[in-house]
């Protein structure tokens, strides 16, 4: 009987590792928040906790399987293929465990050469293109994948797309992991083809060469790193179908969606829209429901938001350009961006790429503050980033 090689259920060891993932990734305060209707108080300060928020399933799923993969093979190399999420503390702490991590060239490749077939392979929670899964699989080293199955219901539909021959059009930062992955599914079939969207402004360009017919020089140039290789503009956006980085916003994907629905109907008329155009609801209901409960919280009397997770997680960022528009908002990294004793704040601001540093950030007009935190970020950091505001303010911890 053939070896099996490839895992996507876990090995059965989650009573064996729920001790450590507590002890990890636990918040006592966290907890006791959400069970007094997410609403803490401390002298003259309030907090206010968005009612979805952190770990979402998938992420969950990941981390478990990641330390259930430790613990299974205590003798073998284990290796990650670039971040299980995005998320610094998580990924350290596999480090800390001997997970060896495969970093991600300039191009966006990974080498592989050091792996062999005796070597266990965590895929993350974003997955990994075709040909690197092809080329891992057929080594025959220990594969774990934990893909989210979110994820892999985007993939299904990419693939549909290109068995049918229909272009998938991708709202996603082409740069992004999962992104990348996605778009890599049309390879299963001859003549699959793809354009990565970032945003509505790249779409409404998009959209005016389907109406227009106009030239492609321009959009060759813009769209060079977004498609896929031998793209035709003319050819392959005839008959397209959307689809999404699970990460991004939602209300976006949406909107954009509808929009280039619009200019197939313009172009082919409303009769023919089924031969032109496919669209089918694939954003992670996680992401959905943050990004709904930041909604319902900013919409609330708060003096600021703090938005807690990785610099570059996507779906961290977009919690904070939602708050962003509402209210004063704080995106920060972990804890370590609020200094107690100087009492100001590293943060950045959600139109920008680059940390900035405020002084006397918590001053007497803050009075009650809105905390999130993206689908990557453990609750203990969040937990700490409220001990280190209320410790700013001289205020005692309660838990």
Same mark, same amino acid.
């Given at each position: 009987?053939?070896?099996?090689?490839?895992?996507?259920?876990?090995?059965?060891?989650?009573?064996? $590792?729920?001790?450590?993932?507590?002890?990890?990734? #636990?918040?006592?305060?966290?907890?006791?928040?959400?069970?007094?209707?997410?609403?803490?108080?401390?002298?003259?300060?309030? =907090?206010?906790?968005?009612?979805?928020?952190?770990? !979402?399933? /998938?992420?969950?799923?990941?981390?478990?399987?990641? %330390?259930?993969?430790?613990?299974? =093979? +205590?003798?073998? +190399?284990?290796?990650?293929? /670039?971040?299980?999420?995005?998320?610094?503390?998580? &990924?350290?702490?596999?480090?800390?465990?001997?997970?060896?991590?495969?970093?991600? #060239? /300039?191009?966006?490749?990974? *080498?592989?050469?050091?792996?062999?077939?005796? *070597?266990?392979?965590?895929?993350?929670?974003?997955?990994?293109?075709?040909?690197? =899964?092809?080329?891992? #699989?057929?080594?025959? !080293?220990?594969?774990?994948?934990?893909? !989210?199955?979110?994820?892999?219901?985007?993939?299904?539909?990419?693939?549909?797309?290109?068995?049918?021959?229909?272009?998938?059009?991708?709202?996603?930062?082409?740069?992004?992991?999962?992104?990348?992955?996605?778009?890599?599914?049309?390879?299963?079939?001859?003549?699959?083809? %793809?354009?990565?969207?970032?945003?509505?402004?790249?779409?409404?360009?998009? !959209?005016? =060469?389907?109406? *227009?017919?106009?030239?492609?020089?321009?959009?060759?140039?813009?769209?060079?790193?977004?498609?896929? +290789?031998?793209?035709?503009?003319?050819?392959?956006?005839?008959?397209?179908?959307?689809?999404?980085?699970?990460?991004?916003?939602?209300?976006?994907?949406?909107?954009?969606?509808?929009?280039?629905?619009?200019?197939?109907?313009?172009?082919?008329?409303?009769?023919?829209?089924?031969?032109?155009?496919?669209?089918?609801?694939?954003?992670?209901?996680?992401?959905?429901?943050?990004?709904?409960?930041?909604?319902?919280?900013?919409?609330?009397?708060?003096?600021?938001?703090?938005? $807690?997770?990785?610099?570059?997680?996507?779906?961290? &960022?977009?919690?904070?350009?939602?708050?962003?528009?509402?209210?004063?908002?704080? #995106?920060?990294?972990?804890?370590?961006?609020?200094?107690?004793?100087?009492?100001?704040?590293? %943060?950045?601001?959600?139109?920008?790429? *680059?940390?900035?540093?405020?002084?006397?950030?918590?001053?007497?007009?803050?009075?009650?503050?809105?905390?999130?935190?993206?689908?990557?970020?453990?609750? &203990?950091? $969040? /937990?700490?980033?409220?001990?280190?505001?209320?410790?700013?303010?001289?205020? +005692?911890?309660?838990?």
């Amino acid at each position: 009987m053939m070896e099996q090689t490839y895992f996507r259920k876990g090995f059965g060891l989650k009573q064996a $590792i729920a001790d450590t993932l507590t002890e990890d990734y #636990h918040s006592q305060l966290v907890d006791h928040i959400r069970n007094n209707e997410y609403e803490l108080t401390v002298g003259d300060l309030t =907090f206010r906790l968005a009612k979805e928020f952190g770990f !979402c399933y /998938g992420v969950d799923r990941a981390v478990e399987y990641a %330390y259930e993969t430790r613990r299974k =093979f +205590p003798d073998q +190399p284990v290796y990650l293929i /670039g971040e299980i999420i995005h998320n610094p503390h998580v &990924n350290s702490k596999l480090q800390d465990m001997g997970v060896t991590v495969i970093r991600q #060239h /300039g191009d966006g490749s990974f *080498d592989f050469s050091g792996i062999t077939r005796d *070597d266990v392979v965590l895929i993350p929670a974003f997955g990994v293109k075709v040909e690197d =899964f092809k080329y891992l #699989h057929e080594l025959g !080293c220990v594969l774990v994948d934990t893909t !989210c199955g979110s994820v892999l219901n985007v993939w299904k539909r990419v693939e549909r797309y290109a068995r049918d021959g229909f272009t998938a059009v991708v709202h996603g930062k082409y740069f992004h992991e999962e992104t990348k992955a996605t778009a890599s599914q049309v390879t299963k079939y001859e003549g699959g083809q %793809y354009i990565i969207v970032r945003n509505m402004a790249e779409a409404e360009v998009v !959209c005016r =060469f389907i109406e *227009d017919d106009g030239e492609t020089q321009a959009l060759e140039t813009q769209f060079e790193r977004q498609v896929s +290789p031998g793209f035709k503009f003319r050819r392959d956006l005839v008959r397209v179908g959307i689809a999404n980085q699970t990460t991004m916003l939602a209300s976006e994907s949406l909107a954009i969606a509808n929009r280039i629905g619009k200019s197939m109907v313009a172009r082919y008329g409303s009769e023919n829209l089924a031969d032109h155009f496919r669209s089918f609801d694939t954003i992670c209901s996680a992401t959905q429901e943050r990004q709904d409960a930041v909604v319902d919280l900013i919409d609330g009397d708060l003096d600021a938001m703090v938005v $807690i997770g990785g610099y570059n997680s996507s779906n961290t &960022n977009h919690l904070a350009k939602i708050c962003a528009k509402k209210r004063v908002t704080y #995106h920060i990294s972990d804890a370590c961006c609020i200094d107690v004793e100087s009492g100001s704040i590293n %943060y950045k601001p959600a139109d920008s790429t *680059d940390e900035v540093k405020k002084a006397a950030w918590l001053d007497e007009s803050i009075r009650v503050i809105g905390i999130t935190a993206g689908a990557s970020t453990p609750n &203990n950091k $969040i /937990g700490e980033a409220i001990e280190n505001i209320l410790r700013s303010k001289g205020l +005692p911890v309660p838990i």
